[in-house]
């Protein structure tokens, strides 16, 4: 049906930038929303921003005005930029697609992004 594949996670400083990408494959079709939540080791799930097609914004409070989430509906493609990142921003940050279509979801194998104090 659907499949996503992230990149761009890494180790950065306390401050410092990372920019995350997903690639989607397979049936997509337009009307969806993609997103991109996080775990961090003990802690539940939580969403850190999404953007339907077409629509506007949604951002967790916590990454208001450091991140900000992009997508690309030629390539299928949805991008995190991450600004300012904080010792607390370490996680596994996974990409999520809901498809109105399939009323589901799909989700990514996740990316880890630790941010050293």
């Known amino acids: 049906q659907v499949q996503l594949v992230e990149s761009g996670g890494g180790l950065v400083q306390a401050g410092g930038s990372l920019r995350l990408s997903c690639a989607a494959s397979?049936?997509?079709?337009?009307?969806?929303?993609m997103g991109w939540y996080r775990q961090a080791p003990g802690k539940q799930r939580e969403l850190v921003a999404n953007i339907p097609s077409g629509g506007s914004t949604n951002y967790a409070d916590s990454v208001k005005g450091r991140f900000t989430i992009s997508r690309d509906n030629t390539k299928n493609m949805v991008y995190l930029q991450m600004n300012s990142l904080k010792p607390e921003d370490t996680a596994v940050y996974y990409c999520?697609?809901?498809?109105?279509?399939?009323?589901?979801?799909?989700w990514g194998q996740g990316t880890q992004v630790t941010v050293s104090s």
């Open positions: 397979g049936s997509i079709f337009r009307s969806n929303t």
């Open positions: 999520n697609l809901y498809s109105r279509f399939y009323k589901n979801e799909f």
